[in-house]
């Protein structure tokens, strides 16, 4: 037997491939799990109670050499709304009697019902247990449904999802005990989800992209291993204080928590608004077990705050006055850091104008990534945690590189370097482009430029050179690197580029 014990979510990634073909020099090659997948679907739709088939794919066993086309076929089985516990099981076991009976075939199976899901295990004792536990869960009165992935091979996972009335901490410490009396060990995680009580598909679909999104808003999540129970009581009791079904207090502008022991303790906190966030920062710490955490954060929308970021620290100051200007998302801020990401390529002179509101934020290192949207051009930049005073310069013009045809990814390094690839074309036009971006470069700034041959010309030579910015450059501040093709094309490239630059100068 040989059903491979690959997580639901994990086998989620590559949905409604279950005919891959892989096209490598020329040749089409079949995963050999393509076919199994086929008469897996088949066989599923024949069972009773038996919806759907989602989430197939071929997972390579071995990307290294995928001419070999050996591969697990990976599928969800869903189950009728109304399916039960007793139903699960059923199909589970059934499911498992299928990849008996093709020992030559690799399976990665999960089974849903309206509550959740269990992926078939290889070891046939984790199967057992965890259809256990999905009985279990069925006469759970503080339980709606649970998600379970036992791999002794890899991270074992429990997702609980509780009802509104039930403790966390009363329902983690009833599943952990489950797990141990089955000498069973899993990261637990106990979570009540926005929509995360009903029953039925759409319900679980919800509730488990709730459970999956980092932003804490709406979702109280508690997470820890099995085994630690007897370990993590400052822990529980900071999740006793959060907890309205414990009996806490409700904490002001508080809409959701998430607190995680598995990754050395931490807990982000969601607000309403982003003026209730220093109040509610100050109100969790204050509980009973908040200096267990490593790190406390809070997060309002997809802004997320740091520990120990005041309102007057420079990066929260420059994000606010950046903010006002462009649209940021994925936004983390930091006591001296700040990351986003944004398509508005005006976000260069955005951050001019705001540095100059805010100038103690010239040493905030900025992690930022510049791409434009649907209908914009392919290139984007990526400033790699540079300080802002090494960026501002350049941003705007690099920028404005990413609405060229030409695809050009350009870079701004941790020291503040600058490098910029263009993957089309060398052309004059094309090297005034990229002269013109690189127009506020700071004197001293090491820059490197590359251009790969021209798409009407695949045999022409690519270029590069890397140098040190200043007012006024020679052939000879150049280090150039090109491939051998033609060193007076290489000269002429050179030359015209240093032109380029001086024009500018």
């Known amino acids: 037997m040989t059903t491979g014990a690959v997580s639901r979510r994990a086998g989620a990634m590559t949905a409604g491939a279950a005919t891959i073909a892989l ?33 197939t794919s071929s997972e390579l066993t071995n990307p290294a050499n995928p001419f070999s086309g050996e591969s697990v076929g990976v599928a969800t089985i869903v189950l009728t709304d109304d399916a039960g516990a007793d139903d699960v099981v059923r199909v589970a076991r ?68 509780r009802v509104d009335d039930a403790p ?36 679980l ?33 900071l999740l006793d204080g959060l907890d309205p079904a414990s009996g806490a ?7 959701g928590w998430r607190i995680d022991t598995t990754d050395g303790g931490t807990t982000r906190l969601g607000t309403s608004a982003l003026a209730e966030a220093d109040a509610v920062d100050d109100a969790v710490r204050a509980l009973p077990g908040a200096g267990s955490m490593t ?96 960026t501002v310069g350049v941003l705007a013009g690099l920028a404005a590189l990413t609405d060229d045809p030409a695809e050009v990814t350009a870079y701004v390094r941790d020291d503040g370097a600058v490098d910029v690839d263009v993957d089309d074309r060398w052309t004059t036009q094309g090297v005034d482009a990229i002269t013109t971006a690189l127009a506020g470069t700071t004197d001293g700034t090491a820059v490197s430029v590359g251009f790969s041959p021209a798409r009407e010309d ?20 150049l280090s150039v690197r090109a491939q051998d093709v033609d060193p007076a094309a290489t000269r002429a490239h050179t030359t015209g580029f240093v032109d380029a630059w001086n024009r500018l100068r």
Not at 41 to 55: G, L, T, Y
Not at 116 to 142: F, I, R, T, Y
């Open 23 to 55: 096209l490598l020099g020329g040749c089409v090659y079949f995963p050999d799990s393509a076919g199994p997948l086929r008469d897996l679907d088949e066989w599923s739709r024949a069972q009773d109670d038996v919806v759907d088939v989602v989430d």
């Open 94 to 161: 059934a499911a498992r009697d299928f990849t008996d009976s093709r020992p030559d075939d690799r399976f990665a199976l999960t089974v849903d019902g309206p509550t959740g899901g269990v992926a078939l295990p290889e070891d046939d004792d984790a199967l057992d247990a965890s259809l256990a536990l999905v009985e279990q869960a069925a006469v759970d009165p503080d339980v709606v449904g649970v998600d379970l992935d036992l791999d002794h091979e890899s991270l074992s996972t429990l997702v609980v999802r």
């Open 168 to 203: 966390a901490s009363r329902v983690y410490a009833t599943w952990a005990e489950s797990l141990a009396s089955r000498q069973l060990s899993a990261d637990v995680e106990v979570v009540l989800t926005p929509g995360g009580t009903s029953v039925g598909r759409d319900a």
């Open 205 to 237: 679909v919800a509730a488990r992209s709730a459970s999956d999104d980092p932003a804490p808003t709406g979702v109280r999540s508690f997470r820890a291993p099995s085994g630690a129970r007897e370990t993590i009581g400052d822990e529980l009791a």
């Open 249 to 255: 207090p409700a904490v002001p502008g508080l809409t």
């Open 295 to 390: 790190t406390i954060s809070v997060a309002w929308d997809d802004v997320v705050i740091e520990a120990d970021t005041a309102p007057d620290a420079p990066a929260r100051q420059l994000w606010a006055a950046l903010a006002a200007r462009v649209d940021l998302d994925d936004v983390t801020i930091g006591a001296g850091a700040l990351t986003a990401t944004t398509a508005d390529l005006g976000v260069g002179a955005a951050l001019a104008r705001s540095l100059a509101e805010v100038p103690a934020a010239a040493d905030v290192v900025l992690t930022l990534v510049v791409a434009p949207g649907d209908g914009g051009g392919q290139g984007q930049v990526r400033v790699q945690g540079a300080p802002v005073s090494s």
């Open 458 to 477: 695949p045999e022409g030579e690519a270029w590069a050179a890397s140098f040190t910015a200043a007012q006024s450059l020679s052939v000879s501040d």
